[in-house]
């Protein structure tokens, strides 16, 4: 089964103690080894990098996308037809956040139906099941 990798998932890896930490730098070490068949898209790759820079901590961003820009066998452009259906989603879920449409939008026109992420707004996008790092090994 393919699914797509959120952002949070390498932060949480990459990132300082945290309850998420183990069973996301479990995950990432099973994509790196090429147990998951694990995707992504490019829009992911900067918002690794716009949040660490964000924290001040840019060169742990750059650490954390390097690993990520590895271990992922293939990172999706986002599409102008993408962005289009990101508005529509948008207009259907109000909390989601565009960057998080815009993930959806590209699943959809990719086929990839499960996402793995911690985020919850996904659980209301029609057509796309998301599921823990921890709920695949």
Not at 119 to 130: A, K, L, N, Q, V
Request: aromatic share 8%.
């Amino acid at each position: 089964m393919r699914v797509f990798v959120d952002a949070n998932v390498p932060m949480y890896a990459g990132g300082r103690s945290h309850p998420f930490k183990a069973p996301s730098a479990d995950f990432m070490l099973a994509v790196g080894r090429r147990l998951v068949d694990a995707v992504s898209d490019v829009e992911v790759l900067q918002e690794i990098l716009h949040r660490y820079r964000a924290v001040g901590r840019a060169k742990d961003g750059t650490v954390v996308f390097d690993a990520f820009a590895t271990a992922v066998r293939l990172f999706h452009p986002i599409l102008l037809e993408d962005l289009w259906e990101c508005r529509r989603i948008l207009a259907r879920h109000e909390a989601l956040r565009p960057r998080d449409a815009i993930h959806a939008a590209v699943m959809l026109r990719t086929g990839v139906r499960t996402i793995v992420s911690y985020d919850r707004h996904f659980d209301e996008i029609p057509g796309i099941d998301r599921v823990a790092p921890d709920g695949l090994l």
